[in-house]
């Protein structure tokens, strides 16, 4: 398994499973809040500058549908839109403490959905995996998930 593309198809399957086990875990959130708004929330709390713009941005689509996706977050008391004290023109988007505690649910859910998953392996294998991916994160050129890997 030394061809590069055969590598790349053993770890596009592999993301597949952890997709699945995080998924699972996304799903057991209640109450449920759809992915693009799980989006929205996810990158609003990476960055406390967030406006309208730099959403659509991040999130690749048009301003209207960003907007749209917000309304939909302020309207279930997960998102706010206040002025920006920098430029009073534009509206800047903070999370709600119900959002900020939702997502540490959603990421616990996450880990523990994940440590289950690595409990099943041994000593041995999760600390080559976490070579492993501190190799695939320096070669793409940044840290996993913003959080440099422990060793498991």
């Not at 540490?104 to 409990?119: K, S």
């Not at 041994?122 to 422990?150: I, M, P, Q, W, Y």
Request: proline residues 5%.
């Amino acid at each position: 398994m030394d061809r590069f593309t055969d590598v790349a198809a053993s770890v596009e399957s592999t993301v597949g499973a952890l997709v699945a086990v995080l998924d699972g875990a996304d799903q057991a959130q209640n109450p449920s809040v759809p992915p693009a708004q799980l989006r929205v929330l996810t990158v609003v709390a990476q960055n406390q500058h967030t406006n309208m713009s730099r959403l659509a941005e991040a999130l690749e689509v048009v301003p209207s549908s960003a907007s749209r996706l917000c309304d939909r977050l302020e309207a279930t008391g997960l998102l706010r839109r206040v002025p920006d004290p920098r430029d009073r023109r534009e509206v800047r988007l903070l999370l709600t403490p119900t959002a900020r505690k939702l997502l540490d649910q959603l990421r616990e859910r996450r880990r523990q959905a994940l440590a289950d998953v690595l409990g099943r392996m041994s000593a041995t294998d999760r600390h080559e995996l976490v070579h492993a991916l501190r190799a695939f994160a320096d070669a793409a050129g940044g840290e996993v998930g913003n959080e440099t890997l422990r060793t498991a």
